[in-house]
């Protein structure tokens, strides 16, 4: 089992452009849920996906965007760059079971992304 | 959000038990209390869960206090392995979004 993956592992942008950050779940898992990471910070709450559909939402502009696939992959979309976006981006999946929201989360390596 | 308070740092010898401790003095009802934990470089990793009694696992131990006002993380047996920074976390029954806060550095001496 791979477990969660994340593409790519470090990336660098310049002010006003868009990323998009890839996230593959652990075997089985059907909901992902998306974290920023600013340097010496803990992870911050970005959006949960399950079933397609944006379920959850933490304190961020609209130009975080994602989606979810088919295949329970998802994409981090960030429009208009701004050099605060630097930070590491965790991808996190979990397996919602008979309605029970609060099992563990697997969380992959991240990607860096570094706005200049 | 429901908030969390940790101490920012902590020692521990090696293969001597941990006490973490955790306030949440407003906890609500549905709200689970989460551990998790992040060594360097990596992504935060899941330790352990519980809603109201005690929690055993092959990680760790949660002691939930009666009034659920404040938790503690136990690690039996600290190893170097368990240096990093653990966060204790507050999440609505419904849903499984993690609001970390800034957690506690644990360093284990050898």
């Known amino acids: 089992d791979a477990g969660v993956t994340q593409s790519p592992t470090h990336l660098i942008k310049t002010r006003g452009q868009q990323v998009t950050l890839r996230c593959s779940p652990k075997s089985g898992h059907d909901t992902v849920s998306w974290y920023q990471q600013a340097l010496g910070q803990g992870p911050q709450f970005i959006f949960q996906y399950y079933e397609e559909e944006e379920r959850q939402r933490g304190n961020f502009p609209d130009r975080f965007s994602g989606h979810q696939f088919p295949n329970y992959s998802s994409e981090l979309n960030v429009n208009a760059l701004l050099l605060g976006d630097s930070a590491l981006y965790l991808c996190?999946?979990?397996?919602?079971?008979?309605?029970?929201?609060?099992?563990?989360?697997?969380f992959g390596p991240g990607t860096r992304l570094t706005v200049l | 959000d429901a908030k969390t308070t940790q101490p920012n740092s902590m020692e521990s010898n090696e293969e001597e038990p941990v006490h973490l401790p955790c306030n949440h003095s407003t906890i609500s009802g549905t709200d689970y209390i989460h551990w998790y934990r992040q060594l360097p470089s990596q992504g935060p990793e899941y330790v352990i869960h519980?809603?109201?009694s005690n929690v055993n696992n092959r990680m760790a131990s949660l002691a939930i206090a009666e009034d659920r006002k404040s938790s503690t993380l136990i690690l039996h047996r600290a190893t170097l392995r368990d240096a990093a920074v653990y966060y204790c976390?507050?999440?609505?029954?419904?849903?499984?979004?993690?609001?970390f806060g800034t957690g506690t550095r644990l360093t284990v001496i050898p």
């Open positions: 996190a999946s979990s397996l919602i079971t008979a309605g029970d929201w609060n099992n563990e989360q697997f």
């Open positions: 976390i507050l999440s609505f029954a419904g849903a499984n979004n993690l609001f």
């Open positions: 519980g809603l109201t």
